[in-house]
């Protein structure tokens, strides 16, 4: 069966420190994989993501990057974190072809400070 | 663009009644899937349902359904004999066929009552 492992579950950084999430997938190959963050009491907002290794759409331009170096991996980082860049960052993906269903990990609660 | 609403913030419902939570879409395409997802307090989504917009019977997982109404662009869970373990935030979500990007509407708090 199919896993979505992210970590850390929980990181305190201060403005202008590097960032760097990592979410991986196993029991899969070549998913769709997607990065979400979700403000307090909020819905989500697609940051990026990626259809295959390299491959990565980003849907809101701002100091994060994503990459994906490996089928299974991806990556959110920043070289500079920002107040507005605290909340819960949920990484899922979705099988290719498949059935459009998306599973999600147990997110990232990231306060800035 | 495709957009997803769901009109209700938040709704309550007394353990083993049974509730309904809206959502609607807006989309000019034919071919679609729409998702229901629970966020428990962990904050972990879980999906709860999925419909495909070619089918017109409406999906159903044990105690949770729903009632796809296409042509209203309407897609409403129903959850029957509610239990306290169903207390969450629920979202709403549609793709087109054939792309890759999500739409999720803003979700409805659903707190259950004993």
């Known amino acids: 069966s199919q896993t979505i492992h992210q970590w850390p579950a929980t990181l305190v950084q201060p403005v202008g420190s590097p960032l760097s999430l990592e979410c991986t997938v196993e029991g899969t190959s070549n998913p769709n994989l997607y990065w979400y963050r979700q403000a307090a009491g909020r819905g989500l907002q697609l940051l990026f993501y990626?259809?295959?290794?390299?491959?990565i759409s980003s849907e809101v331009p701002q100091n994060l990057s994503a990459s994906r170096p490996q089928d299974r991996q991806f990556i959110l980082s920043s070289k500079k974190l920002l107040l507005s860049d605290s909340g819960f960052y949920l990484c899922?993906?979705?099988?290719?072809?498949?059935?459009?269903?998306?599973?999600f990990g147990p997110g990232t609660r990231l306060t800035v400070t | 663009a495709q957009t997803v609403t769901q009109s209700q913030p938040e709704m309550s419902v007394q353990e083993a009644e049974t509730v309904t939570l809206s959502c609607t879409y807006d989309t000019s395409e034919s071919d679609y899937y729409l998702f229901w997802y629970k966020q428990p307090p962990s904050r972990q989504m879980i999906l709860v349902i999925r419909?495909?917009?070619?089918?017109?019977q409406n999906a159903t997982e044990n105690r949770f359904s729903v009632n796809f109404q296409k042509a209203a662009k309407s897609f409403s869970l129903k959850i029957s004999d509610s239990q306290l373990g169903d207390a969450a935030m629920y979202f709403c979500a549609y793709i087109t066929s054939g792309t890759y990007k999500y739409i999720f509407g803003t979700g409805t708090r659903l707190k259950v009552l004993a």
């Open positions: 899922a993906w979705s099988e290719y072809p498949g059935n459009y269903e998306q599973y």
């Open positions: 419909q495909e917009a070619y089918k017109q």
């Open positions: 990626s259809v295959g290794i390299g491959q």
